[in-house]
Each structure stands twice: as C-alpha cells, then as structure tokens.
C-alpha cells in the first residue's frame, strides 16, 4: 500500500495494537482521531507516533460555499487541537507549482491571512490578541535545488515560531478519497514520500520546532483502478484545476480560521 493517509493504513490493520481512535460528526461531516502510540504500530503502519486527524466531507463540499465554509470551521475546531495556544506560527507551502496535482500547497499559501508584519505598523488598530501569522512557498528540489528541509529549517531558525503549518497535495490508495478527505497530523511530513518520491522528513527533528502537516489527497496509485496498471503510475481527476483551486481555500480557511478564531472577520476587513 503507498499512501499518505492514516485512516488507509488503519483500514488495513483494524486489529493492530498500540493505537486508539475516536470519531466525531457533524452535519454530514466525519473526523476520526487516529493517535499511534508504539514504536510498533508505527513501523506497521508506515506511521510515526503522533496524531492523526481525518476529516471526510461530501464530494460536493469543494463546489457549494456554503458546504466549504461549515467544513473549514469543522476542520479547525480539529486543527485547533494540534496547535500551540499562543505564539507565531509559519505556514509553508509545499510542492511543485508548475504542476496541478501538486500545487495544492503552493496555492494554499497565497490565501493565508498573514499578521506578522502588521503588528507594528497597526497595532492600534488590530485586536490585541491579534496572532503572528507568516507564510511563505518552499518549492522542490528540481526547481531550486536545495532540499525543501533546508530552506524551511533556515527560515524557522530566523522567524523562531512557535510551530510550522506545512500543506502539501497527498497520495490516497482509495479513488474515494480523492478531493474528500483533508488529512491533519502532529508528526510531519516526507514530502512526496506517497508517491515514492521520498524526500527529507520535515518534523520536529529536522526543523527544531513542532510540525503539523495538513493537506488533501489528489493522486491515486493506477493499480488501484483495476487493470495491469504499473506501480509507479499515478492518476488524478480529470477536473483537477478546479478541485486544487477550491481546495486550497479550503485548507486556507481552515488554517485562518484555525488561528485567528475570533479575530478573523475583523481582521479580514482590516486587511481587505
């Protein structure tokens, strides 16, 4: 199985030990809380210890504003759980921004409500409790040539925040999945590592500071479709460029929504 999404790997090792679940819903919405807990299930399930959050939405969520912004609200109530309570925090970027599939994290960049800069200039009239966001877009290797791990460790090591938000297109090995399940974790991410493209892990570890990786799975393997389809062929919907479009502001929100709570209508018609 090759696939970046916990709840899959579950699926195919219901009985494994060393690992809780709880489940939460919501108007159509589900979110199981997957938390490896052994070295053991780990290694089994192709999954460092830590947590894993899965929020399942309808289809037509990514289409229908209304249903998009009930499930960003949901997934950063979600999102919420796995963040510092005080202190910056840096949004990256991840992937290739020249390729659909894999812009999802590039896009979702754009859309984050930064406040970093505007704490000096405005403070007088941001709330007080306004939070320090800041985001920028690693890009890959092939295209900058140097390793995504080594860009964002130096950029951590100036900023000092108090965590990373990291959001990268995934790889599901259900074709249900596609573009219906944003994935959230405590442990980070191998960039590409769904598609066998592994790369250096971002996490705690190799940056200094915690990691949360979000993101959205918009590849599948072409064995999981049937046929004689070779391993390393992987497929995406033929309607990519307007599911990456809306998804990315889907995890945007999520993310605003998710650091900013209270402040982000005000903040919203401040920055407008």
């Not at 089994?44 to 947590?51: C, N, Q, S, V």
């Amino acid at each position: 199985m090759r696939t970046d999404l916990a709840t899959e790997s579950r699926a195919a090792n219901p009985k494994l030990r060393g690992v809780t679940e709880t489940v939460r819903e919501e108007n159509g919405l589900v979110c199981e809380r997957i938390t490896v807990r052994t070295e053991a299930a780990a290694r089994r399930l192709d999954k460092p210890i830590g947590r894993y959050f899965s929020v399942t939405m309808p289809r037509e969520t990514l289409f229908e504003r209304d249903r998009l912004t009930r499930a960003a609200q949901f997934a950063a109530e979600e999102l919420s759980a796995l963040l510092p309570e005080t202190g910056t925090v840096l949004v990256v970027g991840l992937g290739n921004r020249y390729i659909t599939a894999d812009a999802l994290g590039t896009k979702t960049a754009e859309h984050i409500l930064v406040t970093r800069h505007l704490r000096r200039a405005f403070l007088d009239v941001l709330p007080p409790d306004t939070r320090p966001v800041c985001s920028f877009c690693a890009g890959v290797l092939g295209v900058t040539g140097i390793e995504t791990v080594e860009i964002v460790s130096a950029v951590a090591a100036r900023l000092r925040p108090a965590a990373m938000v990291v959001v990268d297109s995934l790889a599901a090995d259900v074709p249900e999945h596609l573009a219906t399940v944003l994935q959230m974790n405590d442990t980070g991410i191998a960039p590409g590592a769904g598609v066998g493209n592994f790369r250096a892990v971002l996490n705690r570890e190799t940056t200094g500071i915690p990691v949360i990786a979000l993101g959205m799975p918009l590849v599948v393997g072409a064995s999981a479709l049937g046929g004689n389809a070779a391993e390393e062929l992987f497929v995406t919907p033929k309607d990519v460029d307007l599911i990456v479009k809306n998804a990315s502001k889907l995890l945007a929100e999520t993310v605003n929504r998710a650091l900013h709570a209270k402040n982000l209508s005000v903040l919203q018609n401040l920055l407008q």
